[in-house]
C-alpha cells in the first residue's frame, strides 16, 4: 500500500512562506513520479505541482509558478514543496500523491496538510 504523509502545513501572513514535506511509508518513491495537488473548501481540487522519478522533470501550475519549488530526496524517500510568496488565494488543503509519470492518473495520496494564508 503507498501510503503518504504530509506535513509542515501551517498559518502564515501574505508574502510569507513554508515548506512542505511528503514522506512515504511503507515503500520507497524512488520508481514514482510525486505530485503535489491542493483543495480550498467549496473548489475542486487542483493540481499544483510534480517531479517526475529521479527530479529531472518538474511542472508547475501558471498559479504558483515562480513562486513554489518541488524537489525530491530519494535518500531520504521525501518530497518537498518550497512556497514562497505565499497569497491568500494559496490557502488549502494541500496532498501529495503518487503517479506513474506526471500527468498520470493519482494513485494514492495522504491525509493531507492545512496551508492558511492570512494577515
Known amino acids: 500500500q503507498l501510503q503518504l504523509v504530509e506535513s509542515g502545513g501551517g498559518l502564515v501572513q501574505p508574502g510569507g512562506s513554508l515548506r512542505l514535506s511528503c514522506a512515504a511509508s511503507g515503500f520507497t518513491l524512488d520508481n514514482y513520479a510525486i505530485g503535489w495537488f491542493r483543495q480550498a473548501p467549496g473548489k475542486e481540487p487542483e493540481g499544483v505541482s510534480c517531479i517526475s522519478t529521479r527530479g529531472g522533470s518538474t511542472g508547475y501550475a501558471d498559479s504558483v509558478k515562480g513562486r513554489f519549488t518541488i524537489s525530491r530526496d530519494n535518500a531520504k524517500n521525501t518530497v518537498y514543496l518550497q512556497m514562497n510568496s505565499l497569497k491568500p488565494e494559496d490557502t488549502a488543503v494541500y496532498y501529495c500523491?503518487?503517479?506513474?509519470?506526471?500527468?498520470?492518473?493519482?494513485?494514492?495520496w495522504g491525509q493531507g496538510t492545512q496551508v492558511t494564508v492570512s494577515s
Open positions: 500523491s503518487v503517479h506513474r509519470w506526471c500527468g498520470g492518473r493519482r494513485e494514492s
